[in-house]
């Protein structure tokens, strides 16, 4: 019911902008949010926004590079990820809460994308 598209390989500097599609229902109501998962490491909070798109939050690590939008007409969330950094490489998962509120715990997230994985080279 999530599909995320988006990803691939990029230089270090460089940006790339992920797109999540949902459908079969409308996740309006839902906090949305984007996770990575680096290999060797757990799964990791990036980005999420709340139900009516008002409120945003990032991790530390990609605040001021990365933006998170969502079109509740259209169904779809999206992430934009400037000034790449090698260190972002993962598998990027987006993922519809189960409350209205961003957390940044995945067990909060009962629906879940593919993933798409993002590559920075340096």
């Known amino acids: 019911q999530l599909q995320a598209s988006g990803g691939g390989s990029v230089q270090a500097g460089g940006s790339l902008r992920l797109s999540c599609a949902a459908s079969?229902?409308?996740?309006?109501?839902?906090?949305m949010g984007w996770f990575r998962q680096a290999p060797g490491k757990e799964r990791e909070f990036v980005a999420g926004?709340?139900?009516?798109?008002?409120?945003?939050y990032y991790t530390e690590s990609v605040k001021g590079r990365f933006s998170i939008s969502r079109d509740n007409g259209k169904n779809t969330v999206s992430l934009q990820m400037n000034r790449l950094k090698p260190e972002d490489t993962a598998v990027y998962y987006c993922?519809?809460?189960?409350?209205?509120?961003?957390?940044?715990?995945?067990?909060?997230?009962?629906?879940w994308g593919q993933g798409t994985l993002v590559t920075v080279s340096s």
């Open positions: 993922a519809a809460a189960s409350v209205w509120f961003v957390t940044r715990l995945a067990d909060t997230y009962n629906f």
């Open positions: 079969g229902r409308s996740f309006s109501g839902s906090a």
């Open positions: 926004i709340t139900g009516s798109g008002g409120t945003n």
